[in-house]
């Protein structure tokens, strides 16, 4: 429609407080006949520029130029309007939307602050190197999470094209909270690990749990979800297990394509108020020798083979077909697959175009961002690949550039967007980018593909309408009771009752407790007497997680990571509990959080009941004891006899100890 009127006015909060002033102008987008449906009016909201009105719909004057300039019209398709924007940013605005960088935060190197962004640092990062693409850790109280998420968008509409943020974080609902793997989010939801979901194989409770957490990102103002973990669980020592779905390449194929779904809102790809999903880690992450994990030099190889790495793609199946609109190449080298007849290179999977180009895009016809994983870019010292106890890893030495650490930064731009990179994650250089664009080496046509898909998932969550939100309705969102009564069930049912030689249910009436690692205040509350010995009791809990060694204790994430060994040995709390307790002829149920697959051989005849979990509280623990909620789960993966057999056993085959105390899918 030509010759829509349009007239302007100032907002600061909404529509609120809009002064209508007449233009006399016309718009300057020619607007294709549309339906009804089409032209209701969508959320809009600003901060700092004027508020348009176009035959009495409303729309951002993001480039402040007074008219209504295509990228800003929502009746406009998302590409149409990614493709009007991109027209208009410079080289340097380009650049900045393929980095994803970290939001600055008080008192905190890296971000993990749980006092408030540090505003006067970002702003230089939207300003002069044009960053849109943010990861928070913050960990705050949800109004508070709301307010920061707000002083962020307003800061980035005061730019030359009003480009909104996006928010990513790493899993905010479970029980870990490993830097560069979880965070901590406060007031929300707390679910089992996905191991849980996977005990209890439902994928419309994944699905619901997708919808229930993206809510809680939304109304905290985070757009993007850094997650789901999609890779096979294959090697047992491995300390990421508890991110993945288990052991069985089907199963979590089904759960991931729930995941993807109930975050982005829709079985088809991502909707306004969803929550847009980054499949991780693509592909063969869990085949890593000795479960030495990646994020460290001495980690930096996976050995598959192609048929063996075919299992691990099929895992991801699901989440690609619901249309995930992002995927993170993993960190390690790929050893040892021919895909198409082309060996993948010895290099980092963000730098592997036969993982990404032919096989992700080409062969797949995946169509949304590829993110790469944090550090691919940075340069790798010896405090970074061979650190000691008077020079360990710092945050400053992290890298993960795994077979191109001979390259310059500037080369590994390059390289990696050749490979099929769309955004470089965990970084904020935009200076060895922008001198590959200027000298050639990157192709301006190549640079539009990416900028204009990360574009487009802006447009599809209306950030460029309304990236605003309400502080006080995001305390209610994340307090709904229901939700939270759902998570803590979920709790319960996800356990697995592995053994039971008729101490369960325990029952509370006039029964004392001894207590390991279980809040006393816990089993008061559930009706039980705690005591301070084995002697005084009826029974005992003693709960505990997969045992683990700390075998390189100066590398930053191998001191963090769980590692090494699976089985219980003298010494160990849980073990001394558990032979105090049968000395003393009580007996006890050992509540296990199944982080890593566990050997459980030698606790067997110590144990009058063995329970797993995959993130409880004491609370979720002592019901089921008590016999107040049922264990409904069956396990994700195997549990091995032996240390022994877990050294034989191949990394990128899930499942194949010779003999396995617990089968995948064991459970009472």
């Given at each position: ?5 349009v ?5 600061s ?27 209701q ?9 004027a ?49 994803h ?39 705050v ?31 905010r ?40 957490a ?36 089907a ?93 993948v ?31 691919i ?42 490979a ?33 898909r990360?574009?487009i ?24 009771p ?16 592995l ?23 816990a ?62 002829h ?83």
């Amino acid at each position: 429609m030509t010759g829509e009127s349009v007239t302007m006015g100032k907002a600061s909060f909404g529509f609120k407080g809009i002064m209508a002033l007449a233009m006399g102008a016309t718009a300057l987008v020619p607007i294709m006949a549309q339906s009804a449906a089409a032209q209701q009016q969508v959320a809009v909201e600003g901060r700092s520029k004027a508020i348009l009105s176009v035959n009495g719909l409303k729309f951002r004057d993001l480039d402040g130029d007074g008219k209504l300039t295509p990228y800003e019209d929502w009746r406009l398709s998302p590409q149409q309007r990614a493709d009007d924007l991109i027209t208009r940013m410079t080289l340097e605005e380009k650049v900045g939307q393929m980095l994803h960088g970290t939001l600055p935060a008080l008192g905190a190197a890296i971000g993990n602050s749980t006092l408030g962004y540090d505003m006067a640092a970002l702003a230089p990062l939207l300003r002069e190197r044009h960053i849109s693409s943010f990861i928070t850790r913050l960990a705050v109280p949800p109004a508070q999470m709301a307010e920061q998420a707000n002083a962020v968008q307003a800061l980035a509409e005061q730019d030359r094209l009003g480009i909104p943020v996006t928010i990513s974080a790493d899993p905010r609902n479970h029980f870990q909270h490993v830097l560069g793997a979880a965070e901590n989010g406060k007031g929300m939801t707390q679910w089992p690990e996905p191991l849980g979901f996977a005990a209890l194989g439902d994928a419309a409770l994944v699905k619901h749990f997708g919808r229930i957490a993206g809510a809680e990102y939304r109304a905290l103002g985070i757009h993007q979800a850094l997650s789901p973990q999609v890779d096979l669980a294959s090697e047992p020592r491995w300390g990421r297990i508890t991110g993945t779905f288990g052991s069985d390449p089907a199963l979590t194929s089904v759960l991931g394509g729930a995941y993807v779904s109930g975050f982005q809102g829709s079985d088809t790809g991502l909707t306004r108020d969803g929550v847009m999903t980054v499949v991780k880690h693509w592909v063969g992450y869990g085949a890593l020798p000795e479960g030495f994990d990646s994020h460290n030099y001495y980690g930096r190889t996976a050995k598959l083979t192609t048929a063996q790495l075919d299992r691990h793609i099929e895992a991801f199946k699901g989440a690609l077909a619901a249309k995930s609109g992002g995927i993170m190449p993993t960190y390690p080298i790929i050893s040892g697959p021919v895909i198409d007849g082309k060996p993948v290179e010895p290099v980092g999977a963000g730098y592997s175009k036969v993982l990404l180009t032919d096989l992700l895009r080409g062969k797949l016809g995946y169509q949304g961002i590829i993110l790469s994983d944090w550090a691919i870019t940075l340069d790798c010292d010896s405090r970074c690949s061979a650190p000691t106890k008077d020079a360990p890893q710092r945050p400053q030495d992290i890298s993960t550039a795994w077979g191109v650490m001979d390259l310059t930064v500037q080369q590994r731009y390059v390289l990696g967007v050749q490979a099929g990179i769309d955004q470089f994650g965990g970084t904020q250089d935009t200076a060895p980018l922008l001198a590959a664009v200027k000298e050639g080496q990157i192709s301006t046509a190549r640079l539009d593909a990416s900028v204009r898909r990360v574009l487009i998932a802006k447009f599809e969550q209306g950030l460029f309408d309304d990236p605003y939100v309400d502080p006080a309705k995001a305390e209610g969102v994340l307090a709904t009771p229901a939700n939270h009564a759902l998570a803590d069930r979920t709790q319960r049912e996800a356990q697995v009752l592995l053994t039971n030689n008729g101490l369960l249910p325990a029952g509370a009436k006039g029964k004392k407790v001894w207590l390991l690692d279980v809040d006393p205040k816990a089993a008061q509350a559930a009706g039980l007497t705690v005591v301070d010995s084995p002697a005084k009791a009826d029974f005992a809990i003693i709960r505990a997680e997969t045992p683990s060694e700390k075998l390189h204790p100066d590398h930053f994430f191998g001191s963090r990571q769980k590692e090494g060994r699976l089985d219980f040995r003298d010494g160990d709390p849980a073990y001394e509990a558990l032979k105090q307790a049968k000395a003393a002829h009580v007996p006890a149920v050992l509540a296990i959080f199944l982080d890593r697959p566990a050997v459980l051989t030698n606790v067997q005849d110590k144990a009058a009941a063995i329970l797993g979990n995959f993130g409880a509280s004491d609370a979720a623990v002592i019901d089921v004891v008590l016999g107040r909620a049922k264990a409904k789960g069956h396990l994700p993966f195997e549990l091995p006899s032996s240390m022994e057999e877990v050294a034989k056993q191949d990394p990128a085959v899930p499942d194949d100890t010779a003999h396995p105390l617990f089968k995948r899918g064991a459970g009472l």
